[in-house]
């Protein structure tokens, strides 16, 4: 007596499909830091840091001098608008990146966020707020998949 089950073949192609429909692609992880960008740039005009704890405080001579310029003398990273719009996305082998494009805001990026020359205000990490988006972003086919 013996019992014999075939389909080896229909398994296989039925565990292709579901691998196919949970692969992320790469123009997929691209949008999603894009999307991770947009929310560090938004957090940062807000005077957060990654945690979403406020920035420290202006100095008053430094607001002072912001607020004579017309800009708002909160300490969000703003004298130019240059430092925030150079924070780009680019896709890389398995992954995608967000970085700076310019060497000056690279150097400028740095000195805030470890507080070089001036007041630490770590506004370049994801956060556990970006953390869970991109959890759930990169979940959702497999879910759908499963």
């Known amino acids: 007596m013996s019992i014999t089950i075939t389909g080896d073949k229909m398994v296989r192609n039925h565990l292709n499909r579901i691998e196919k429909a949970i692969s992320i692609t790469p123009k997929r992880l691209v949008k999603i830091a894009g999307e991770a960008r947009n ?3 938004d957090r940062t005009n807000k005077a957060q840091s990654f945690t979403g704890s406020p ?3 202006l100095n008053q001579v430094y ?3 912001k607020a004579k310029k017309g800009k708002q003398p909160i300490p969000n990273l703003h004298w130019s608008g240059n430092l925030l719009n150079s924070m780009q996305v680019k896709g890389i082998k398995d992954g995608a990146e967000i970085y700076f494009n310019t060497a000056e805001s690279k150097v400028i990026a740095e000195a805030h ?5 001036q007041p630490r205000r770590s506004f370049f990490k994801l956060g556990k707020k970006i953390r869970e988006y991109i959890f ?6 497999i879910k759908k998949a499963v």
């Open 39 to 41: 929310m560090i740039r």
């Open 55 to 57: 920035f420290k405080t």
């Open 63 to 65: 607001a002072d001098r």
């Open 113 to 117: 966020h470890f507080g070089k020359g």
């Open 136 to 141: 759930k972003e990169v979940h959702k086919p």
